[in-house]
């Protein structure tokens, strides 16, 4: 009985030295986790000295998504045999050139991706890779400063297609106006003077056209995190179904090195590229369709995976 009373009583202070020892563990955390925020901070107010210095400041992120799969009899599913995949990746790169007296600012987005099925029961299906994403966009914006905030501006921007129908549809536009940047990593571009050249086989539906340009793009790393939104708008003076806006976002967290998780999502509404989908690329097309008869649906894609940073 001695033992047990022993034992319990030895066992009960082992838990009330562990407490102890737990609780004076948090109250010694709780001041260095208040020093390593101080000294982040001061960290971060550094780097943003850093940024606003003179000269060119170049780098690239991104992201790599994929995977792959076999089945084989798993009469579960439709498709009881086959194997299936997909690869994707983004990359953001940007060069910008930051004077007293002027900037100037280059960056291009490139997103491309490829998915198969192949169903081993049809001989006659495809079996290879095809393109599931396609975006390539490149822009260069000049600006001389009236102000710290403000500017007149040139902009030049290209967006089309890589893998298939290369600049079939393709856009450039070209314009004038002014630049803001009310804080350090947030550029917005209001461009009223601009031309929206478009080339396209199918001139009976893409037409170029005059109007007004908007670009608003926000880029900036955080520690390990690096993120970028871009959004770009044309709105036509001549026809409102002439307009469109495009709309991307990329997210990047390095957990080593220069390895991390990745996710990047799109949208985009263009009314011309929905009537020449539905007119000459649809399964069922339909010849009759109209800017005035047609579902402007908006178009959206997403991306995850492994991302990367220079």
Request: net charge negative; no cysteine.
């Amino acid at each position: 009985m001695k033992q047990l009373l022993f034992a319990t009583t030895a066992f009960f202070m082992m838990l009330t030295g562990s407490a102890q020892t737990a609780e004076e563990l948090k109250s010694e955390m709780a001041p260095k986790k208040d020093s390593i925020a101080a000294i982040q901070a001061r960290v971060n107010a550094l780097q943003a000295k850093l940024d606003a210095l003179p000269g060119w400041k170049i780098g690239a992120f991104g992201t790599i998504g994929g995977s792959i799969s076999e089945f084989n009899n798993w009469f579960a599913q439709g498709i009881p045999n086959n194997s299936s995949g997909n690869i994707g990746f983004t990359v953001n790169a940007y060069a910008n050139l930051q004077e007293e007296k002027f900037f100037w600012r280059n960056a291009a987005n490139v997103n491309l991706a490829w998915v198969k099925l192949d169903d081993k029961d049809d001989p006659t299906d495809d079996d290879s890779f095809r393109e599931a994403t396609d975006v390539f966009n490149i822009s260069s914006l000049y600006g001389r400063k009236l102000s710290e905030k403000f500017a007149i501006s040139g902009l030049v921007e290209y967006r089309t297609t890589l893998l298939s129908n290369f600049n079939d549809p393709g856009y450039l536009d070209v314009g004038v106006g002014a630049t803001w940047t009310p804080i350090q990593d947030l550029v917005v571009v209001i461009h009223p003077l601009n031309y929206n050249f478009v080339f396209s086989s199918e001139d009976t539906i893409f037409e170029s056209s005059a109007g007004a340009k908007i670009v608003a793009d926000y880029t900036k790393k955080i520690g390990a995190i690096n993120f970028k939104s871009n959004l770009s708008m044309f709105q036509s003076y001549e026809d409102g179904d002439l307009s469109n806006w495009t709309w991307t976002n990329s997210f990047g967290y390095t957990l080593w090195k220069v390895i991390g998780v990745g996710f990047d999502f799109g949208l985009r509404n263009n009314k011309q590229e929905t009537l020449n989908f539905v007119r000459n690329l649809a399964p069922t097309p339909n010849p009759e369709a109209t800017f005035d008869n047609i579902d402007n649906e908006l178009q959206t894609y997403w991306t995850l995976g492994l991302s990367y940073s220079f």
